[in-house]
């Protein structure tokens, strides 16, 4: 069979192929955490409170992850190109729409289009790359992908405050529109045709019932931070969560193309690889909720100011990630993903002890040692999951890998929020489910019980590599 190491013109273009995946896998994790900062800019100019303003960023996340292994499916049947190329056009109508503030309800539904699009690339990104680039460099270039979410999942409220210093809202979103366009030409110029393709056919009945068990479970967990987790409502989305659940499971034991090779999860290195990069996340986007609160409303700095801090952790990603993925091809995954999850641990650590009176250096030591963990984690952890399956799986390997990422992240606000407000409540005295202004000493101690639980996962994903490194080594053999 011919493959994309076969074909000199591909072989000649494929860091331009990467380019392109790259920059558009920025902008479509990117969107979903960019919104955090300007949610209160948006509550205002639409005139709606802060706990309906937050399904803005909650709807994107959840509609991505319920689509996420339907398009990996799609991609390894009819051609992970195709997904992605018609994945891009639809993000960047998705984001045009978004930026026409009628109402909070045209803007959710700008965003469901946007997550329908992102959801597409994200589900072909990493299989694309695996197919394209040769083994001796595949480290370098999935690396490079890993960066490049890890840059947009935490780099939005950054971006975000710098944008709103100059622009209004709506140019949150429009700024992907010219650099959508950038990477849709590049891609026109350099992708090549899908040469691997399935032509199995879609299992429905399993992506039906798997996106209502992803979005009952988080509608639940945002309604209940809002009602209470004693109300029918969210008690009810719960049950419709678990039933959706069970019922995918066994349409996916009976399908003969499942949604879901179960199978596949039997990869020791591919399915511990997965939960270390779920726990990763998860502690990441607890940073991204947690501290815009503390420097805009703790610490009383400027959204912009706020914003150029919060750049310190994706500027040392930029520098990071291609020396990370350089040192993959070269010294193997290991030392790297230890030492990167060691890093991350050090940063909650030190989160924890944070409060009004503390320096910026010390805000800015924290994330900077932060953004290097990232930068050395994310490239071999990556490598790791799309080196350890099949050609046939890297589709759905891809979009499992995507779907952890983006699990995480709304794991991340859904939990980093639940706790806060509880630490918040239980300082108070009564419930808390927002600032509370002229108490900046009820936030802190939400926020250290916050990052005392971040601190306890990066811990467990450290826990499980050293256990997956001593019962079997790395996908790459090093």
């Avoid at 936030?443 to 997956?468: K, N, Q, S, Y």
Wanted: with cysteine.
């Amino acid at each position: 069979m011919k493959t994309y190491q076969d074909d000199k013109r591909v072989q000649k273009d494929r860091w331009w192929i990467l380019v392109s995946v790259a920059m558009f896998t920025f902008m479509s994790t990117l969107d979903g955490s960019i919104v955090n900062i300007a949610l209160p800019t948006i509550s205002k100019d639409l005139k709606v409170p802060m706990n309906q303003a937050e399904w803005i960023v909650s709807i994107y996340l959840m509609v991505v992850c319920s689509c996420l292994l339907l398009f990996g499916k799609i991609g390894d049947s009819f051609g992970k190109i195709k997904v992605y190329r018609i994945g891009t056009v639809i993000f960047i109508l998705g984001s045009l729409l978004c930026g026409f503030n009628h109402s909070l309800a045209f803007l959710l539904f700008g965003r469901i289009v946007q997550a329908f699009g992102a959801s597409m690339t994200m589900a072909t990104n990493s299989g694309i790359i695996t197919e394209v680039f040769p083994l001796n460099e595949r480290g370098r270039a999935l690396g490079s992908i890993g960066a490049f979410v890890s840059l947009g999942s935490i780099a939005g409220p950054g971006l975000g405050g710098l944008i709103l210093a100059q622009f209004s809202w709506p140019y949150i979103f429009w700024i992907n529109v010219p650099v959508g366009i950038f990477t849709i030409l590049i891609g026109e110029k350099f992708l090549p045709k899908d040469i691997t393709l399935s032509g199995k056919r879609i299992d429905l009945a399993g992506f039906f019932t798997f996106a209502i068990a992803i979005m009952t479970f988080f509608g639940g967990v945002f309604i209940g931070q809002e009602l209470g987790f004693t109300h029918l409502v969210p008690l009810l989305l719960f049950a419709v969560a678990v039933m959706a659940l069970i019922i995918f499971i066994r349409v996916e034991k009976r399908e003969a193309a499942p949604l879901i090779t179960f199978g596949i999860f039997k990869n020791k290195i591919f399915t511990m690889s997965l939960i270390t990069a779920l726990l990763i996340f998860s502690a990441n986007f607890f940073v991204n909720v947690v501290i815009p609160f503390y420097l805009q409303n703790a610490r009383g700095l400027s959204a912009s100011y706020a914003g150029l801090l919060m750049m310190v952790f994706p500027l040392m990603m930029v520098v990071g990630a291609p020396l990370s993925g350089y040192m993959t091809d070269r010294i193997g995954s290991k030392p790297l993903v230890l030492m990167g999850l060691a890093l991350l641990s050090v940063t909650q650590l030190l989160y924890i002890f944070m409060d009004i009176k503390t320096p910026i250096w010390f805000y800015i030591v924290a994330t900077a040692i932060m953004g290097v963990g990232n930068a050395l984690f994310q490239s071999p952890n990556n490598t790791m999951i799309m080196s350890s399956v099949t050609k046939e799986n890297l589709g759905v390997a891809g979009s499992l890998n995507a779907f952890a990422r983006n699990l995480g992240m709304v794991v991340g606000i859904a939990l980093s929020t639940t706790i806060l407000y509880s630490g918040m409540s239980q300082a108070y005295g009564k419930r808390v489910t927002t600032y509370i202004n002229g108490r900046p000493d009820i936030f802190v101690f939400g926020m250290r019980v916050t990052f005392v639980v971040a601190l306890g996962l990066c811990v467990a994903a450290l826990g499980l590599t050293i256990i997956r490194f001593r019962k079997g080594g790395t996908s790459n053999g090093k």
